[in-house]
């Protein structure tokens, strides 16, 4: 059984044999697979009228935004985006009634987002069609497999410096 990236460095290895291009295995497959993942996601969410990273903003929330739910910069973290980039979110999310602003009662400067009672909702229908689907798109791998490859990517992104978010 062969793939793309078996067929990319063949012709690396015929043409440049000099150049190990056996790196190219490994990161090669895991772009082509952010890729089709990312298509497969969308797909997914769209049938819920969201896209991938409304469900990020509105998981992150639920799970450990609490009724307080979080600042900003805790979403900046975790999304791996920037403040614009987590305003214009914000905005949108408030637009369609999934989260509000709130500010903090220590802190008047400081400004919490915390979800909506459809917020919550949304996030709680859609969450266990979600897993499913995920498990849909790994039902190539067995569960031992799946563990193996979620602790060599662990170690791998860990190495790159993407640890627990603060």
Known sequence: ?????????QHWNRERPEVDVSPMAVIGRIQRLSRLFEHELKQ??????????EFDVLA???????????????????????????????DRLVAKDLVERMPCPSDRRVIRVRLTAAGRQMIDDVLPKHMANEQRI????????????????RTLAESLGDGVPD
């Open 1 to 9: 059984m062969a793939d793309a990236v078996d067929l990319f460095t």
């Open 138 to 153: 790994l039902a190539a791998l067995d569960l031992e497999s799946r563990e193996q490859l979620a602790g060599l990517l």
């Open 44 to 53: 997914f969410f769209n049938e819920y009228g969201m896209e991938f990273w």
């Open 60 to 90: 992150t929330l639920r799970r450990s935004g609490g009724d307080e739910g979080l600042t900003a910069g805790a979403l900046i973290k975790v999304a791996m985006v920037t403040s614009g980039a987590i305003t214009n979110r914000i």
